[in-house]
């Protein structure tokens, strides 16, 4: 596969990032990949685990002379990261992201990036639970969703680039307008992240079940709808935060939803509640068919 940036710089070493190095290095995408972390405990570790070429110590030395540079910090911190990088970003460069928010995202980079460099935002729609350098597996991407959102100055060829890279990653690369990426991932990820959350919490506050209870006798539906609840809280956070107008459109229709089917089953409406699973249940079909994940017993889970 053919290189397509000579120094790339990831900033945030968790998850993705270090999944993004993994999938680089395999595919031969990047000359050389610099890496920073805030922490320098992260960094130590990122070292002893040969994650990135080089492990710098201060985030103006990743950035220098860097072609890409991708921010994996959580959103809520992408503002301060883009003012103090800017000065050190080299003409022509592209700055991206991986946030799960877009409009936020666009708001809080774009304003401190000089107009020499290019400004892509981007999301990998992959992940797991886990978090932290340790996390990352070049794997991540393949055949999962990878959103740019380019708007109208966006440099075309600059673009094209970045585009490569993540196709390269194995990722399955799609353009969408700012807004209308935060409306669909409230949609399918943020509101059901915020719903797994309250589920843990309505389990921790039942007191007439026990915390033992809950551990041991979690039946396939609440161990898998709740494992996404052990993501990263901080950002988690920013998602919210950062996305509020849609998640609160989407938690308003969701609320709504529900208290048809608390009506129906308080009132034994048994033809509605087959009606709404059954449709429930075709569309979770179609996330099957559509390669985002498997019909194989316990969700395809390889057992240890």
Partial sequence: MAQVYDKVALIGLGLIASSMFWAIKRNGLAGEVRGYARSEKTRETAREIGLCDVVCDSVLEAVKDADLVVLCVPVGAMSAVAEEIAPALKAGATVSDVGSVKKAVVEAVGPHLPENVHFIPAHPVAGTEHSGPNSGFAELFENRPLLLTPDEKSDSQAVARLRALWEGTGA???????????????????????????????????????????????????????????????????????????????LGRFTEELFALQRAIRTGDGDHLFEYFTHTRAIRRGIIEAG???DAPDFGRVKK
Wanted: without cysteine; glycine residues 2%; aromatic residues 8%.
């Fill in 172 to 250: 399955l690369v799609e353009e969408m307008d700012a807004e209308h990426h935060d409306l669909v991932l409230a949609v399918t990820s943020h509101t059901p992240h915020l719903i797994a959350y309250t589920m843990v919490g309505v389990a921790d506050d039942l007191q007439r079940v026990t915390d033992s209870e809950v551990i041991k006798y979690s039946a396939a539906g609440f161990r898998d709808f709740t494992r996404i609840a052990a993501s990263d809280p901080t950002m988690w956070r920013d998602v919210f935060l950062s996305n509020k107008e849609a998640t609160l459109e989407i």
């Fill in 292 to 294: 985002q994940d498997t």
